[in-house]
């Protein structure tokens, strides 16, 4: 693994001039390792000085099933990375950031149920307050995905 990490633009611009892929794979593939996502929370939680079982609570996700996604026994949907960072009292460009970690994709403004979460990130909603505006809206709620085929 390289000393210093290679930013992100860098890699792009790299692809962007690169006659041979897999050449540009091997000579850079120590800068395309993304994070585990359990790592990221965990380091997150130390840097905000809080614990897992506060960031759960305030996420709204069952405290069992939190914990396992901190320890890494559960991937998590892409709903709970947004409780996560609801939990997190994260902005859209952290979440989204979080996302990315996950696997997930991304908020999409285009999409109702994605603005109203957006729109609660922004605004530091609590967890309580964004599920009752997807409920005024009569969209799904958070952590309901498994139930809406998402």
Known sequence: MPDEP????????????????????????????????KMRINRMCASKGMVPERIIAKAGIERTYGHQIFNGLRNPSRDKVL???????????????????????????????????????????????VQAILEELSLPLLGTEDRYGR
């Open 83 to 129: 409780q996560l960072a609801v939990g997190f009292g994260l902005g859209y460009d952290e979440a989204q950031a979080l996302l990315k970690i996950a696997g997930k994709s991304s908020l999409y403004p285009k999409v109702d149920r994605d603005a109203v979460v957006i729109f609660s990130l922004e605004r530091k909603l609590a967890i309580t307050d």
């Open 6 to 37: 290679m930013s992100t633009s860098k890699l792009l611009e790299g692809i962007f001039k690169t006659e041979s892929i897999q050449k540009f794979i091997r000579r850079n593939s120590g800068h395309m390792v993304l994070e585990p996502f």
